[in-house]
Structure formats: structure tokens, C-alpha cells
């Protein structure tokens, strides 16, 4: 069984672009969660879906934004993108909510801003 | 609010000695803990968790976890490392029950010398 697939690996952008991130995960979960790790701030969690529903936000400014899709798949986007916000942008999935969950990582996107 | 504590930004260690990492976290009831291991340039792999039962926990690749409420610690070890488990380790806790969102702490680094 695959394991939360992330694509791209590695992208390199330029202050001011925009970006968006893809996120597939594991068969038969839905939902998908994501996190923002960088040196200063560790890892901060950004927003979660759970059947196409955004349930939960993090404390991120508003050109930090999400989707899902009917088949679980998420996309993450980043507008007009800073230096600060160069990081390695993870992906987790989970098949349902609640306690006893257990909640998947992916490899992660990195995100260098230029 | 929900926090985590690593109190050991660093920890080296020789092959083959045992190893204990810290983790402290404050949450109003039954917490929900995971420990997560990060190898460099890679996600989040889990290799334990604890909701509620035994609170000896056993994980992958050898590793257990001990939930102490009266501590509010949730401590992980290893009997014996091996240089593979050179790496970082994070202690999280679920933010709530309906909720995948996890509280990250700032993570252990283990460095092992043969």
C-alpha cells in the first residue's frame, strides 16, 4: 500500500511568485493535514480537510490556502511567496478522526524561495 | 492550550548504550501522544503511539514509550542503539479528539558515535 505521496520534491521560486503543492494520501484515508517545518519555527500546523471540508486552520496569514478533493487528494497554495517562506512543507493523512488515530507523513515538498 | 516539551535539544550517544528522550506535555484530559522520527532530508516517520490502555507502549524499530500522568511525560526508549538511529525526534500531542491537528515539540537531536 503506498504511503502519502507529495509532489514536487523540490522547487525553487522566486519572491512574489505563487506555488502550490499536491498531496495524495494513503488509499481509503481522508484526511489530510499539513504542516509548515523550518529551522526557526519547527513545525506549525497549517490547516486540515476532511472530506473536502477544511476543519481545522492554523495561524497563517491568508495567502496560505487549501483544497480537497472528492478523491482525498489536497493541494496547498502560497501566494505572493517571501524569503520566510522557504520550508519544508509536510503532508499527513489519516483514515478517519478521533482518538486512537493514526496519522501518516509524507516525505515532504521543499520550498526554496529565491 | 495544548504544548510539548523536549527538553534536550541534543543528545549523543554510543552505539550499543541505551537511550532515553524526554517529552513533557501539558493537556487538560487524556492526552493523545504520538512520537514521530525525522532522518535528514525526509518526513515524518511514526514509530509510536498512545491513546489510552497499557501505558508501556511499543513502537517500530525496537523503541518504547512510557505515558506517566502523574509526570505528564511521555518518555521514549531504547534498550541498545544502533548508529541507524542517528536522527531527529519528536514528541507530539493531538490538539484534540475530533482533530487531527498535531502540537509538535521542537524535537531531539540523536547523534550516535560507533
Known amino acids: 500500500k503506498a504511503g502519502v505521496t507529495q509532489t514536487p520534491r523540490y522547487l525553487i521560486k522566486t519572491r512574489g511568485q505563487q506555488v502550490t503543492l499536491s498531496c495524495s494520501p494513503i488509499?481509503?484515508?481522508?484526511?489530510v493535514s499539513w504542516y509548515q517545518q523550518t529551522p526557526g519555527q519547527g513545525l506549525q500546523f497549517l490547516f486540515e480537510?476532511?472530506?473536502?471540508?477544511?476543519?481545522n486552520k492554523g495561524n497563517f496569514p491568508g495567502r496560505f490556502s487549501g483544497r480537497q478533493f472528492s478523491n482525498s487528494r489536497s493541494e496547498m497554495n502560497v501566494s505572493t511567496l517571501e524569503l520566510g517562506d522557504s520550508a519544508l512543507y509536510l503532508c499527513?493523512?489519516?483514515?478517519?478522526?478521533?482518538?486512537?488515530?493514526?496519522?501518516?507523513f509524507g516525505e515532504g515538498s521543499w520550498l526554496t524561495v529565491v | 492550550a495544548q504544548s510539548v516539551t523536549q527538553p534536550d535539544i541534543h543528545i549523543t550517544v554510543s552505539e550499543g548504550a541505551s537511550l532515553e528522550l524526554r517529552c513533557n506535555y501539558s493537556?487538560?484530559?487524556?492526552?493523545?501522544l504520538f512520537w514521530y522520527v525525522q532522518s535528514p532530508g525526509q518526513g515524518l516517520q511514526l514509530l509510536l503511539k498512545?491513546?489510552?490502555?497499557?501505558?508501556l507502549v511499543q513502537g517500530i524499530k525496537g523503541f518504547e514509550a512510557e505515558f506517566k500522568r502523574s509526570q505528564s511525560s511521555f518518555n521514549l526508549r531504547k534498550p541498545s542503539v544502533h548508529w541507524s538511529d542517528a536522527a531527529e525526534y519528536f514528541c507530539?500531542?493531538?490538539?484534540?479528539?475530533?482533530?487531527?491537528?498535531?502540537?509538535f515539540g521542537t524535537g531531539t537531536r540523536l547523534q550516535v558515535f560507533p
Open positions: 499527513a493523512s489519516s483514515g478517519r478522526q478521533g482518538p486512537g488515530n493514526t496519522i501518516y
Open positions: 488509499s481509503g484515508h481522508r484526511s
Open positions: 480537510y476532511f472530506s473536502e471540508t477544511q476543519r
Open positions: 493537556y487538560g484530559a487524556t492526552p493523545y
Open positions: 498512545y491513546f489510552s490502555g497499557d501505558t
Open positions: 507530539a500531542v493531538g490538539e484534540s479528539y475530533n482533530t487531527d491537528k498535531l502540537i
